[in-house]
């Protein structure tokens, strides 16, 4: 199934979660002897604290939809247009692959470690995760697509993931979906017109968790200070980029999502590209300079790029697949060169967590 085909089905769903794409999310494997030698006492006082707070569980209420929930998305939708129904529903169940994503792969390592701090963690990450999806997936169903979360589990394929490249990925993935949420809300918060679904009320008290999963990421990387040096920071720079790039392009391939919300999804981006890079600052020694006039056109040329690509996978045949390699190596190189761009640089700040205070 394409992945801007419309959905009709849950099976339908289901095709687009398990698909394998740049832009899809998918769920991923490690290697769980490894953390569980991960060493937290570097960071003692700061990681108990954590750990309070998740044993504290102040979102255990509110992940429940209220009755009139169903109500509402019957009488909003009915006022949407294709692009927009289209564009909500695959941002529904690209949100439900990532929630639920992490909590497969938080539980696989759960039950693989023996380390008590990793286990706790993770069992926290597992439970809130966990509540994340079967909210969204409930939203599913209120237009037939409903996903078997059990089958996803054993049918979707799995990519490895060293520690530290899930530690990266992980962590700019919470706090990037910290920024796009928080933006969305507070959007909202001026614009209540503009609220075309019940699920965005929800958005500001679910911004606590993937705040804190993100922290949770950046003690355990604090604590282990050699992958923030020397080459790793050339994987940082990476995955910085692969996460921007990826967000830009998925966003201006569903534009009316972020416009039906009254905003200009470039405009979107930027502000959650400066929010992430302003919180991230706590733990990677590098940020990128996304302002650069360089930085915005390739982004934009990506964007060109994918679009390009989209029409050739959809003329098929001999001449479609030579486009869509070109479209493969124009991608390449752009970001390449975007990759090799000067980015800044800055020591870590002694205090190590930062509070949510957009």
Not at 42 to 63: C, K, Q, S, T, V
Not at 127 to 132: A, L, N, T
Not at 217 to 228: C, I
Request: with cysteine.
């Amino acid at each position: 199934m394409s992945p801007s085909a419309e959905l009709h089905t849950p099976d339908d769903a289901a095709r687009l979660a398990k698909a394998e794409t740049v832009l899809t999310p998918r769920f991923y494997k490690t290697d769980y002897a490894a953390m569980d030698r991960l060493d937290m006492s570097p960071i003692r006082a700061e990681w108990d604290a954590m750990l309070a707070e998740y044993e504290g569980d102040n979102n255990h209420d509110h992940f429940t939809r209220t009755p009139e929930f169903a109500a509402e998305v019957a009488a909003l939708s009915a006022t949407w247009s294709p692009q927009l129904r289209r564009d909500f529903q695959e941002f529904l169940v690209s949100s439900l692959t990532s929630e639920y994503s992490g909590c497969v792969l938080y539980n696989e390592i759960q039950k693989h470690v023996s380390n008590p701090d990793i286990k706790q963690l993770m069992r926290y990450l597992t439970r809130d995760e966990s509540r994340h999806a079967n909210f969204i997936n409930q939203s599913l169903k209120d237009f037939g697509l409903q996903v078997d979360l059990v089958n996803l589990k054993h049918s979707k394929a799995y990519t490895y993931f060293k520690p530290k490249y899930i530690f990266y990925a992980t962590y700019l993935s919470e706090k990037i979906g910290y920024a796009r949420y928080i933006s969305i809300y507070r959007q909202l918060e001026r614009h209540p017109d503009r609220r075309f679904h019940p699920i965005f009320r929800w958005f500001e008290r679910w911004c606590n968790d993937e705040f804190r999963h993100g922290e949770s990421f950046a003690l355990m990387m604090r604590a282990q200070p050699g992958l923030l040096e020397g080459g790793n920071k050339l994987w940082i720079r990476f995955f910085l980029l692969a996460v921007y790039a990826t967000m830009y392009v998925r966003d201006h391939t569903r534009p009316w999502l972020s416009e039906a919300l009254g905003m200009d999804p470039t405009d979107y981006d930027y502000r959650v590209f400066d929010i992430t890079t302003a919180i991230t600052r706590q733990v990677f020694p590098l940020s990128l300079d996304t302002d650069h006039p360089t930085f915005r056109a390739g982004m934009d040329r990506l964007c060109t790029i994918a679009a390009a690509n989209a029409r050739a996978k959809a003329r098929g045949g001999l001449i479609g697949r030579a486009q869509q390699g070109l479209c493969a190596v124009r991608a390449t190189l752009c970001f390449a060169r975007l990759y090799l761009l000067p980015t800044k640089q800055h020591a870590l700040p002694s205090e190590m967590r930062v509070a949510p205070s957009w």
